[in-house]
């Protein structure tokens, strides 16, 4: 027993300096006022992002885009990497196509606006989709 009061207080001390110093280096909290149109803009975005990524995971719409020659992984992957604002865009013409209307058209629709997205990233370099694009280097 005494021998385990030795060893606590010579072990007191040096635990004690290193709670204390990493403390020390804590940030600091920041609280604002967050306002209502952010918070309403971030919840439109995520469930607009997933109104698309269901839509491409419907079966007619895999179906059509492997008689395309697309990958619906590539394409999922491709959403996922989409601004909220090209999203917005998608959905957008999504909500205009009339009720009642064959998947084919919605369908190329989307994959359409894919394909020149990915042309656009070809071209800035972002990615290398396309094996005919060149990519455009600043001189």
Do not use: H, W
Request: a negative charge; aromatic letters at 6%; one cysteine or more.
């Amino acid at each position: 027993m005494t021998s385990f009061r030795k060893l606590s207080r010579i072990l007191a001390m040096p635990v004690a300096l290193a709670m204390f110093f990493n403390l020390g280096v804590l940030p600091a909290a920041n609280a604002a006022m967050v306002p209502t149109d952010q918070v309403i803009e971030q919840g439109s975005a995520t469930s607009d992002r997933e109104r698309v990524k269901s839509f491409l995971a419907r079966e007619d719409v895999q179906r059509q885009m492997e008689t395309l020659g697309v990958d619906p992984d590539n394409a999922a992957a491709r959403v996922a990497g989409l601004s909220d604002a090209e999203v917005q865009k998608i959905v957008n013409k999504l909500d205009e196509l009339p009720a009642g209307q064959d998947a084919v058209g919605a369908i190329l629709g989307v994959l359409v606006f894919i394909l020149v997205v990915l042309l656009i990233t070809d071209i800035l370099c972002l990615t290398n989709f396309y094996p005919f694009t060149k990519c455009m280097t600043s001189k």
